[in-house]
């Protein structure tokens, strides 16, 4: 099994392509070691001293690391928990367990404007997210306001809050004249 790495836009996450389908769909995001007793694999990872977050999308595992942990000690580490993973036949979802689709149900007379929004996201942002090993979750629309949650390499990303403002939210205003600004939720 050969499992590729990418860096990521933060430097405190990297992006490993195992060579195989990580989740059918959707995405699982746990940013403690606590919210990983829904995935065998999560729990693998967390088990690596310096883990402090773990990410699933379709074909990648993004793992964050502590400040005072090193690359170049971790990514073996991490290298090995994946492969060991695969290795074992384990699923990367304990039974019964749900991944994340992405969108927040909303109805009423924002009903039209929420659906474009979630169509652009759908779209133009999610999969260019993505490929920086991370998502971004829809949390509602409020009086011109779109609010946003990124997940895995784009949580806690120096450049998320540039990706926010002048990437998400130039293109949602310039599509939905409604939307006047973008904001970052905490879940």
Avoid at 85 to 96: L, N, R, T, Y
Avoid at 117 to 139: C, M, N, W, Y
Wanted: charged share 20%.
């Amino acid at each position: 099994m050969f499992i590729q790495t990418e860096s990521t836009p933060n430097p405190a996450t990297l992006k490993f392509l195992p060579g195989h389908t990580v989740l059918d769909m959707g995405t699982a995001d746990f940013p403690s070691a606590e919210a990983a007793s829904a995935s065998p694999l999560a729990q693998r990872l967390f088990a690596v001293e310096g883990v402090s977050g773990v990410f699933f999308g379709n074909d990648f595992v993004t793992v964050t690391k502590t400040d005072a942990t090193d690359w170049d000690h971790l990514k073996p580490a991490i290298l090995g928990a994946i492969m060991e993973h695969f290795q074992s036949g384990q699923p990367v979802m304990a039974d019964g367990a749900t991944q994340a689709g992405g969108h927040a149900d909303h109805d009423g007379a924002d009903a039209e404007v929420v659906g474009q929004i979630k169509e652009l996201l759908d779209s133009r942002v999610r999969p260019a997210v993505a490929q920086d090993g991370g998502d971004i979750t829809f949390h509602g629309f409020d009086r011109g306001v779109v609010y946003l949650h990124m997940q895995g390499a784009c949580a806690g990303c120096p450049s998320s809050t540039l990706t926010l403002k002048m990437g998400i939210e130039n293109l949602l205003r310039h599509y939905i004249p409604e939307v006047t600004e973008v904001r970052p939720v905490a879940v």
